[in-house]
């Protein structure tokens, strides 16, 4: 087991890649701390989580807002005590081209995003300093390096999300904490779903390998970067992406 006892809080795990992270993180035997705007959704992980022998909690999470953010880590600090590893997840879309784009919709996606990554990050990072360890990962995309047209502020958030994740590895070094960020390309969720599917069709063509990755494919990249296989690892971004972006 590359996580055997090591605590884990998982924003926006309550679906999609989030819960795949928190699944895999629990078999290779870490206790987890699902988060999610919907705590419905997080409540059935973490009972998934609890039914493989691992203790976790659920817990209702906007990252976006400050007051819930310093709640939620509370609660995970009462409940595990030591938070070794950070996984920042949570992320929205609201897509359209520039020109269309509304203010609201521009900064939803920047606070949920890019905001909530800092939120989370700097409390944890509070706790990673006394303890004088810690493990932070965060979720970009390969839209943070490509572009794309109609993510403006999606893809503004994501590489925000690299800027964030070095300047956190440079600064925290010295304390024993790290920071890197895994850059997915096409992953098959709901969030993929949502587009039409003449568009993901051409998307493909696009993908050396030919096909839209599994969310197993970014919680191996992130169990590695979580585990002491990545401990000389930091400051850096791992992309997944089936070869469409290099
Ligand atoms: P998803 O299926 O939409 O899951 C995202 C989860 O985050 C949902 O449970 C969602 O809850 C929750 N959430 C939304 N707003 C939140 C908030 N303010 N605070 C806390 N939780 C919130 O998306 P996914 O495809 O698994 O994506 C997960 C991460 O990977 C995101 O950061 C995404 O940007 C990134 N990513 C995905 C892909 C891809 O191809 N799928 C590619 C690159 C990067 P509700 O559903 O209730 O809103």
Do not use: C, P, W
């Given at each position: 087991m590359k996580?055997?006892?090591?605590?884990?809080?998982?924003?926006?795990?309550?679906?999609g890649i989030g819960k795949q992270i928190a699944i895999a993180m629990a078999k290779e035997g870490a206790n987890v701390a699902v988060s999610d705007i919907n705590i419905e959704n997080a409540g059935a992980a973490?009972?998934?989580i609890r039914s493989l022998g691992r203790k976790s909690i659920a817990i209702k999470l906007d990252v976006s807002k400050q007051n819930e953010v310093i709640a939620a880590f509370e609660t995970f600090k009462n409940e595990f005590g030591v938070?070794?590893?950070?996984?920042?997840?949570?992320?929205?879309?609201?897509?359209?081209?520039?020109?269309?784009?509304?203010?609201d919709d521009w900064d939803a996606v920047i606070n949920v995003n890019l905001k909530g990554t800092f939120l989370c990050s700097r409390e944890a990072?509070?706790?990673?300093?006394?303890?004088?360890?810690?493990?932070?990962?965060s979720m970009s995309s390969?839209?943070?390096f490509t572009g794309n047209p109609g993510q403006v502020n999606y893809s503004a958030s994501k590489a925000g999300i690299v800027g964030?994740?070095?300047t956190i590895a440079k600064e925290y070094a010295s304390r024993g904490i790290k920071a890197n960020a895994v850059a997915p390309g096409f992953i098959q969720t709901a969030m993929t779903e949502a587009i039409p599917e003449k568009i993901r069709e051409e998307m493909k063509k696009n993908i050396p390998l030919g096909y839209f990755g599994a969310p197993e494919d970014v919680a191996n990249a992130v169990i590695f970067l979580a585990s002491?296989?990545?401990?000389?690892?930091?400051g850096q971004v791992l992309h997944i992406n089936g070869g469409m972006y290099m």
């Open positions: 996580l055997k006892d090591k605590n884990v809080f998982i924003t926006g795990s309550g679906q973490a009972q998934e938070l070794d590893i950070l996984v920042n997840n949570a992320g929205i879309t609201k897509d359209t081209l520039v020109l269309r784009m509304k203010d990072i509070k706790l990673m300093v006394k303890q004088q360890h810690g493990n932070i990962i390969v839209v943070a964030l994740t070095k002491s296989d990545a401990d000389y690892i930091t």
